[in-house]
């Protein structure tokens, strides 16, 4: 496995910049946010995706979610401090469902603009609370072997 250091050595250096969007953010914005983000750091991504190369489309996503195991502690945001963060912010410090989902399509999404894999891809946003229709989880598919 790729060590943090050498993907963090590849990736822009992590600044703790910070802008506020929305003080007053919603689902909606923060769904939106993701998609943006996703689109604005293809970039970085594009610098380490190969790292995570495996001999199948699931061991590539395997390589992913193992690097983002050892090496990001899993920490749930607050719902009135919710971030959306680069690559080299995703690995520096802890991160949530937004961060691992973004790491993990934002590698697999380059694989996918270099030719490596060919595999669809989404963000899929979840809620599990029956009071509320609204989602408060987003996570990384992808669909081995379809179009």
């Known amino acids: 496995m790729v060590s943090k250091s050498a993907v963090l050595q590849k990736l822009a250096p992590f600044k703790n910049y910070k802008k506020v969007v929305s003080s007053d953010q919603t689902v909606t914005d923060i769904i939106d946010g993701i998609v943006d983000t996703h689109y604005q750091w293809k970039g970085e991504y594009d610098k380490i995706s190969d790292y995570f190369v495996g001999e199948s489309e699931t061991e590539t996503a395997r390589n992913i ?3 983002l195991k050892s090496n990001v502690p899993y ?3 607050s ?3 919710q971030t959306l963060r680069s690559p080299s912010a995703i690995v520096a410090m802890p991160g949530d469902c937004k961060s691992y989902a973004l790491f993990a ?3 697999l999404d380059s694989l ?3 030719g490596i894999l ?3 891809l989404a963000f899929r946003f979840a809620g599990y609370k029956e009071s509320s229709k609204e ?3 987003v996570f990384a598919v992808m669909y081995p072997g379809t179009k």
């Open 65 to 67: 979610w193992n690097f």
């Open 112 to 114: 996918n603009r270099k």
């Open 105 to 107: 399509n934002g590698v």
């Open 135 to 137: 989602p408060q989880h």
């Open 118 to 120: 060919q595999v669809p």
């Open 79 to 81: 719902t009135s401090n």
């Open 75 to 77: 920490y749930i945001e």
